[in-house]
């Protein structure tokens, strides 16, 4: 299909130009449309849905918040795990002789 865009004036090519975009993006909707029917299509195939494989970058297992295991005997809302850096209070409690037993809830 040639079009002879030296005999379009100004107003014309503009509204090609227009009508070539909105084109565009339809065309690349439907194509989305198709890849994704055909995505699911073969992900079924294999008894999975979609979202099972690509994960939707959500985990499908939740992560639980650990339990506090000590507790500081000076200020009881001050808790810790024992999980990663010891807070300030576990460090000086042990520095000054306390055993960490001491400090389990």
Known sequence: ????????SRKELLELQT???KALKDAEQRERIEALKAAEEAAAKFGFSLDEIAGNGRSTVKKTKAAPKYRNPQNPEE???GRGRKP???HAALTSGVDISDLEI
């Open 1 to 8: 299909m040639a079009v002879d865009l030296t005999s379009m």
């Open 19 to 21: 009508n070539v975009e």
């Open 79 to 81: 808790t810790w795990t």
């Open 88 to 90: 300030h209070w576990v």
